[in-house]
């Protein structure tokens, strides 16, 4: 970058203006809607169902966008290129001025949600001290189940998932973790206790390779939020409605059911303060 | 039975389908052989290919995790390759950095994240090893960007069902060769034994005809054979009629030779009965004359009546010589003595030195004439070459077994080719010659007895004969002769 040219900064620039206006334009006929792998195994079918809900919801036609990482899909959401997405907690609150939240997953009647240390099935560790020296498995970097919870836990040991771990390699999903888990890739994992618990149900052969070690305190479930630039528009309030009254339509019954969730309800910010502390924690802040 | 093997060989019957099955044994291994490096290469060919295509399908998914480092991208890669792969087998894939460092291994627990890879086979030539004392195949792979080595790939395959079809393979070979083989050697041993069986036939005729009776081939069985034996069969049954022909052709020579014999001794005969007439006529002259003086009458009468048992004497050992159609007897130690009165008148007159030893048991079974005439020519022919004045042994006996006769003369001793002829079983006609002729005759009876004529030197110088007849002796006759 330091040795770019005046004249190629000008065609960079031209080039990304030219990109916002097409988005732009575009916002206009088609709802975006931005999230990362959930369960895998059935994603497109899931997304699938969804589309089709949201679409017949919000009487417009709806793209959703799938990408690998929290990362990405943040990035598309901060610079409203998608019109709305399902986060982590952990990017909802890393972004929290340019966000703002749209509704939260109900899951067995709380919007609350746990991460899970887990480990091979054959291991008796019962606490993270025991996972020490491990390859550890982490989700995401800006997953608060799937690495937050545990490296705020071991900088409260004041130590580092590097320090701690031999070696920590991220699988960008959660159903990964399982299965690195599970092959004897990683010693042990962290993981959405959500998407765990689901799999259990969907891949009992793939989670009996497994166990939990612990199951963390409560966090703010992984929320849909919007930009907060758009936090007013007719979209958003579209969006919103689709996503709050998804249980009361057969369509969106069966999108809940394939996501084993109670329905979507409306939540304060203040759901995700024990995320910042722990990211606080994990800066160094406090 | 295995020492008749050794010494003559096996029976074509045998032999044919042995050599049937060493050749089909020979052919089949190496067809065996043929088949299974056939199909070794093939199965290395597909392997190589399955290899090198999962190998290729690897190198494309890996390249971008490895150069970022990133163990779960290569696991993942390795861990669908598996399913999509399951063609190839492989048991184990292992990714590693350029260091040698593992980054990802799809049996995880063996090859841990990290760890340093035992050389397995770290830079082997080839990019497919196979091992098959360990039925598994290792695969190498190094993954190049911009000519710069940035890791590599190792896999194990599993081998074992292209090392069990090549097993399943090589008994199917084994199986097949081996009926193959057993049905081919009965074929041969069918076929050989269909083929010798008109031998079978020829061999029992040329055998009795070798005993002396030629019989000819029936002509229903010549008609049965194939044109090649049918053929050399009525050849046979000609060769067979000409033997039968020669044999009554020889008999009728060995009468007319016995004939003959007696010509030659006509004259030694007439001479015998001469002298003893010349004296009895003498007698009758002088009775004629002084017959009234009884002292002369008597003597005379006593050298006529002398003179004419002589001449009786002479007259009935001819007569029991060469009279025919007679009933066959043992023979007896008078029968030899009896033929000094016919050889005595060669003896004297050659002045040949007989030394007579006749030590036979009063009674031998042996056809008493056939040996008469036997002995009779041995002497004759033996007085014949004896020359004046020279010696003459004559011995007869029975020992435990047998009765022995030995003539020896002081004469210059068997000419070379009649030696051989008579050592020989059948006359030759070149060879045939008057002389020979006599001794084949005696050798033929001698036969017809069950005996031999075994002809040497004597210790004279002369020829020897000695005639070897087995008797089966009487067990108390035995018993009296030893007491």
């Known amino acids: 970058m330091g040795t770019m040219n005046r004249r190629e900064m000008l065609v960079l620039g031209g080039s990304a203006v030219l990109a916002t206006t097409r988005h732009a334009v575009a916002q206009d006929d088609v709802l975006r809607f931005a999230l990362t792998p959930v369960f895998l195994s059935s994603d497109l079918d899931l997304l699938d169902h969804l589309k089709a809900y949201l679409g017949k919801a919000t009487g417009q036609t709806v793209q959703l966008v799938t990408r690998r990482t929290y990362q990405e899909v943040t990035a598309l959401l901060v610079s409203g290129q998608v019109d709305g997405a399902w986060l982590c907690g952990f990017p909802f609150v890393e972004h929290k001025t340019q966000l703002s939240l749209l509704a939260v997953p109900v899951w067995r009647g709380k919007p609350l949600y746990q991460s899970y240390l887990i480990c091979s099935a054959d ?8 996972l020490a020296d491990d390859i550890h498995a982490f989700s995401d970097p800006d997953s608060n189940s799937g690495y937050l919870v545990t490296a705020a836990e071991l900088a409260r040991q004041k130590s580092t998932p590097d320090k701690f771990f031999r070696r920590t390699i991220f699988t960008y999903s959660h159903f990964n973790v399982v299965r690195a888990v599970a092959a004897g890739l990683a010693q042990s994992g962290s993981v959405d206790g959500y998407v765990y618990e689901v799999l259990k149900e969907t891949s009992p052969a793939l989670i009996g390779g497994t166990r939990v070690v612990r199951a963390s305190e409560w966090f703010g479930f992984p929320p849909t ?26 369509s969106g019954q069966e999108v809940l059911a394939m996501l084993r969730l109670d329905r979507f309800a409306e939540q304060e910010p203040a759901l995700f303060a024990s995320i910042e502390q722990n990211w606080d924690l994990v800066r160094g802040i406090t | 039975m295995i020492s008749r093997v050794l010494k003559h060989g096996l029976p074509v019957t045998v032999s044919v389908p042995l ?30 290919d399955l290899a090198n295509a999962y190998l290729d399908g690897l190198e494309a998914a890996l390249i971008d995790p490895v150069l970022r480092q990133d163990p779960w991208e290569v ?8 399913n999509v792969y399951a ?7 292992t990714v590693t950095d350029a260091a040698g460092t593992v980054l990802a291994s799809s049996d995880p627990k063996s090859a841990p994240i990290g760890s340093e890879l035992s050389p397995v086979a770290p830079e082997t030539q080839a990019d497919v090893a196979l091992e ?56 041969g041993w069918f076929a050989v034994r269909g083929m010798i069986a008109p031998m079978k036939i020829l061999m029992e005729h040329i055998n009795s005809a070798a005993g002396g009776t030629a019989l000819p081939i029936p002509a229903n069985v010549v008609k049965r054979q194939g044109p ?57 002259d002088t009775i004629k004359v002084h017959g009234d003086d009884p002292r002369v009458r008597l003597s005379a009468v006593q050298l006529v009546d002398r003179g004419l048992r002589g001449i009786r ?29 016919l050889v005595r008148p060669e003896v004297r007159r050659k002045q040949i030195k007989l030394t007579w030893s006749n030590d036979l048991p009063p009674a031998t079974p042996v056809n008493a004439f056939g040996m008469r005439q036997v002995v009779l020519n041995l002497l004759l022919n033996a007085c014949r070459a004896t020359p004046n004045g020279g010696a003459l042994v004559f011995r007869a006996e029975v020992t435990t077994r047998a009765l022995e006769i030995e003539v020896s003369d002081q004469g210059p001793g068997l000419p070379p080719h009649i030696a051989e002829f008579l050592a020989n079983d059948g006359p030759s006609a070149a060879r045939l010659t008057s002389s020979g002729l006599g001794l084949w005759v005696t050798k033929r009876t001698v036969k017809e007895q069950g005996g031999s004529v075994i002809v040497g030197k004597s210790a004279q110088g002369g020829a020897r004969f000695r005639i070897v007849v087995p008797v089966v002796v009487v067990v108390d006759e035995e018993i009296e002769r030893v007491a």
Do not use: C
């Not at chain 1, 939020?225 to 057969?250: G, I, W, Y």
């Not at chain 2, 696991?75 to 598996?82: E, I, K």
């Not at chain 2, 199986?175 to 193959?180: F, G, H, I, K, Q």
């Open chain 1, 123 to 130: 291991r008796d560790a019962t606490a993270i001290g025991d």
């Open chain 1, 225 to 250: 939020a919007v930009p907060r630039a758009a936090a007013t528009s007719a979209k958003t309030f579209d969006l919103q409605q689709a996503l709050l009254n998804m249980h009361k339509d057969e």
């Open chain 2, 19 to 48: 050599v049937v099955v060493l050749l089909m044994v020979f052919v089949s291994f190496g067809v065996s052989q043929v088949v299974l490096a056939r199909l070794a290469v093939t199965q290395e060919r597909q392997l190589t």
């Open chain 2, 75 to 82: 696991f993942d890669a390795l861990d669908r390759a598996r």
């Open chain 2, 87 to 93: 063609a190839v087998r492989p048991l184990s894939t």
């Open chain 2, 132 to 187: 098959q004392s360990q039925q598994v195949a290792v695969l190498d792979r190094t993954l190049s960007v911009e000519g710069r080595t940035v890791g590599y790939i190792y896999a194990q395959l599993d081998i074992s069902p292209l090392l069990t079809e090549r097993g399943e393979v090589l008994w199917y070979l084994i199986a097949s060769n081996a009926v193959l083989t057993l049905i081919l050697a009965a074929l």
């Open chain 2, 228 to 284: 090649e034996w049918a053929r050399l069969f009525r050849r046979f049954n000609t060769m067979a009629e000409a033997f039968a022909e020669r044999e009554t052709l020889l008999t009728k020579v060995a009468d007319e030779e016995r004939l003959a014999s007696l010509g030659k001794l006509a004259s030694s005969v007439a001479h015998e009965i001469n002298n003893p007439l010349g004296g009895i006529l003498n007698a009758v």
């Open chain 2, 313 to 341: 004497d002479v007259v009935q050992t001819v007569l029991a010589s060469y009279r025919a159609d007679r009933e066959p007897r043992d023979l007896t130690p008078a029968d030899f003595d009896d033929l000094l009165v």
